[in-house]
């Protein structure tokens, strides 16, 4: 087993696709208006099965606009795409993910769960609607090879410490007890953001292919967060994270073909820190790629975001890791 791609999609079955929206247009009052904002899907399994993923999703202050939740946090379970997008487009993400089911003949994709990630720096968020049709078209165009990074889907309009920030993503193989397993991130950088008192955030999906419980999820869940949170928000405790971690091991078919009694496999409980410390790491590189492939991009007002400076990257790693 290998991590050729060192993304998230180095775990079997994950497709991941970005949809980009660049345009100037005139609003209402006939002012310009610049949208510069996307939308980033992840595809847990090859959808046109009937699965439930046990995952667990961790929400610190919980100010991004999402979908789903309640319903996560009640049953433990994902059986849908996870779509990033900007608040303003949730609805329509949400229409979408469901247009997708049918169009699959699923028996049942509920609920979506969609993020919405505040990209209004750089997006006139309030002219920047998707259309549901270039959303299906995304879902559809997802790939299990290498992952864009940077100023790419909803990472087009976000920034993070002052620069521009966007999607990054990584992988790291486990060895636990003789076997290998892999776990993959994918994050989107929008946080630590000067002169915004009200905070940005940090959104990140981990995916993980090694067999846990959601007892043990939701334990390595609170204990990567806490890490996460004395890292990267020492300074500006406004900051928001949202995390979605799942696993593909101990998957559960749905319908009538699913058996009636499923018998499920963990690892030992000795083991969660092994897999803390691997997505901490992974997560940390995904940052960096967020920073270090992202694009300049201007926008809302004529604001513009610049990359990051190799000097400032360095002193920012030094203080992460």
């Known amino acids: 087993m290998n991590r050729e791609k060192n993304a998230i999609t180095d775990l079997e079955g994950i497709k991941v696709a970005h949809l980009t929206v660049s345009q100037d247009i005139l609003n209402s009052t006939g002012d310009k208006a610049s949208i510069r904002t996307g939308l980033t899907a992840i595809l847990p399994y090859p959808m046109e099965k009937e699965l439930r993923l046990f995952m667990e999703c961790f929400n610190l202050r919980g100010k991004n606009e999402s979908t789903g939740y309640e319903v996560v946090d009640d049953f433990c379970y994902l059986n849908s795409p996870i779509v990033l997008t900007n608040p303003f487009n949730v609805g329509v993400a949400y229409n979408a993910v469901l247009s997708y089911g049918f169009s699959l003949d699923r028996v049942e994709i509920w609920p979506p769960l ?41 990472g087009f309009g976000l920034r993070a410490y002052g620069y521009k920030g966007g999607i990054g993503t990584a992988s790291r193989v486990i060895e636990l007890d003789g076997r290998n397993f892999t776990c993959g991130v994918l994050i989107a950088s929008n946080h630590c953001n000067p002169l915004e008192p009200s905070g940005g955030s940090f959104t990140l999906v981990v995916g993980v292919d090694m067999p846990l ?23 500006n405790p406004s900051d928001d994270i949202t995390c979605i971690f799942f696993t593909t091991a101990n998957s559960m078919t749905m319908g009538g073909e699913g058996p009636l009694i499923y018998d499920f496999q963990m690892i030992k409980d000795s083991h969660r820190e092994e897999i803390v410390q691997a997505a901490k790491e992974a997560v940390i590189e995904a940052l960096v790629n967020s920073l270090l492939k992202a694009t300049p991009v201007q926008g809302r007002e004529g604001r513009k975001c610049a990359t990051i400076p190799e000097g400032d990257l360095a002193t920012l790693i030094k203080t992460i890791v």
């Open 114 to 154: 969609i993020v919405g990630i505040d990209d209004s720096f750089l997006n006139d968020i309030t002219v920047s609607h998707l259309d549901e049709k270039d959303i299906l078209d995304t879902f559809y165009k997802a790939s299990q090879g290498p992952v864009e990074q940077g100023s790419a889907g909803i």
């Open 213 to 235: 419980v959601p007892f043990q999820i939701r334990a390595i869940v609170k204990s990567l967060m806490f890490k996460l949170s004395s890292i990267f928000f020492p300074e």
